[in-house]
């Protein structure tokens, strides 16, 4: 998600020590590799679909066995009164880093990631575009993961972060907006409670079976004031063909949506029509970049529009390849 700044710290302040211990008490098979295989990257799923051992993004969220035995990590969930998605606890190895990018897909586009430190050093450095920070046990943060980022472990141990993905709620944009106004200036403790026991908030519908033309608007028009934006690092006829298509793509998505709903059986108009559009990007050979974060285009359209907006895989998902 864009945000006002690069990163924004909470007015919250979470027991570390009592959450490093709900993580030791974790067994070994608790952990698994990261969904993305970087090296020194693993995850406990806490909250994921049908509460199982997986990273989707898409389907009815569920509390993993590791989480249910985990009081205070649950309450300090609890703490943020919001609906989640998927989270986990996010281990890196000492010498190990997350590699640089950005995250455009359509998860992203209007939930943020919250970052609690359980076990970290002075020296783990989390970049994000041009700033660069180090988070602190307990602290609870936010950050513009629209933007290219990476995090940087250059000791000998393990980092751990509890990280939880949320639409937010309107509680925490209150939140968000005394941080940056700094009206908070201490932040609230929130000690571990042996007596609570909250219930939290997940998400069900996440993912539609059909996008609603709205939404397709939304996330595409968006996309294409950023590229326009970009000036002349791209050939403009490209750019014009580009805009061309999305657009026309849009139009079209309405007329389906006037004929059929979201009712199953005209599912397969709309994968022909989204398979339509892939193919003419693919025809845009050029990679063309957008102002705001130096992604290509095309790959965002993908992501953020594509792969969501109907159910069923898209055939030939790894030819859109470009260098960033």
């Not at 994921?48 to 035995?69: C, I, R, Y």
């Not at 985990?70 to 986990?88: I, N």
């Not at 639409?167 to 005394?178: C, D, M, N, Y």
């Amino acid at each position: 998600m864009k945000l006002p700044r690069e990163f924004i710290r909470l007015p919250l302040q979470f027991d570390a020590q009592r959450l490093a211990d709900e993580v030791v008490a974790l067994p070994a098979h608790a952990w698994q590799a990261h969904p993305t295989k970087y090296a020194g990257n693993s995850a406990v799923p806490l909250i994921s679909v049908n509460g199982e051992a997986n990273d989707f993004f898409a389907g009815p969220m569920g509390e993993t066995s590791w989480l249910k035995q985990s009081p205070y990590l649950r309450q300090v969930l609890a703490s943020f009164e919001v609906v989640f998605g998927r989270s986990r606890l996010m281990g890196l190895m000492g010498g190990s880093q997350v590699p640089r990018h950005s995250d455009i897909n359509y998860h992203w586009f209007q939930r943020v990631r919250i970052h609690i430190p359980i076990i970290t050093f002075p020296e783990v450095m989390f970049h994000c575009h041009d700033q660069a920070i180090h988070m602190g046990e307990g602290e609870a943060w936010i950050f513009d993961n629209w933007k290219s980022h990476h995090v940087v472990n250059p000791t000998a141990q393990l980092r751990v972060h509890l990280v939880a993905d949320t639409l937010g709620s309107a509680t925490f944009w209150k939140r968000v907006e005394q941080s940056l106004e700094n009206s908070v200036h201490l932040p609230e403790l929130i000690a571990y409670d042996p007596g609570s026991h909250p219930e939290l908030k997940l998400e069900v519908f996440n993912t539609p079976d059909v996008m609603h033309p709205a939404e397709v608007e939304l996330l595409s028009e968006d996309l294409l004031t950023d590229l326009q934006a970009s000036g002349e690092r791209n050939p403009p006829d490209q750019v014009f063909r580009f805009v061309q298509v999305v657009r026309a793509f849009c139009q079209d998505w309405k007329a389906l949506w006037a004929l059929y709903g979201d009712a199953e059986p005209a599912w397969h108009h709309y994968q022909l029509r989204r398979d339509e559009l892939m193919q003419q990007l693919l025809a845009i050979r050029k990679p063309l970049l957008i102002a705001s974060n130096d992604r290509v285009a095309q790959k965002v359209m993908l992501s953020r529009v594509l792969v969501a907006c109907v159910h069923k895989p898209i055939d030939g998902l790894n030819e859109l390849q470009y260098a960033n």
